[in-house]
């Protein structure tokens, strides 16, 4: 599968921007859905999952309640709302798919795969 991430772009503190992650080649729907995010000389961090019926969600303590993370299984996508942005969130933001259909979500980076290429969300002070 094939993972496409967009909608990032620059945004000053206080605002909102809505990410979406399009999977080609299969369906995602039975695999639980990550997203996460790397600022230059940072580790990737995880940000937000979703199972694959979008019953289950996790966040980073950072983005609960700021961030929604939610999927559209018929469109085979995966969006990520922010809200109330932060300078502090400005990385590039990936999706990725859990290696396994199994349930539940996970939070670790390892257990994921088909990373996208990223788009780029900058929060301006």
């Known amino acids: 599968v094939q993972l496409q991430a967009s909608g990032g772009g620059l945004v000053q503190a206080g605002g909102s921007l809505r990410l979406s992650c399009s999977a080609s080649?299969?369906?995602?729907?039975?695999?639980?859905m990550g997203w996460f995010r790397q600022a230059p000389g940072k580790e990737r961090e995880f940000v937000a999952a979703?199972?694959?019926?979008?019953?289950?969600?996790d966040y980073a303590d950072s983005v609960k309640g700021r961030f929604t993370i939610s999927r559209d299984n018929a469109r085979n996508t995966v969006y990520l709302q922010m809200n109330s942005l932060k300078p502090e969130d400005t990385a590039v933001y990936y999706c990725?798919?859990?290696?396994?259909?199994?349930?539940?979500?996970?939070?670790?980076?390892?257990?994921?795969?088909?990373w996208g290429q990223g788009t780029l969300v900058t929060v301006s002070s």
């Open positions: 979703i199972s694959g019926s979008g019953g289950i969600t």
């Open positions: 990725a798919a859990d290696k396994s259909a199994r349930a539940g979500v996970r939070v670790e980076v390892s257990p994921y795969e088909n």
């Open positions: 080649g299969r369906t995602i729907s039975s695999r639980a």
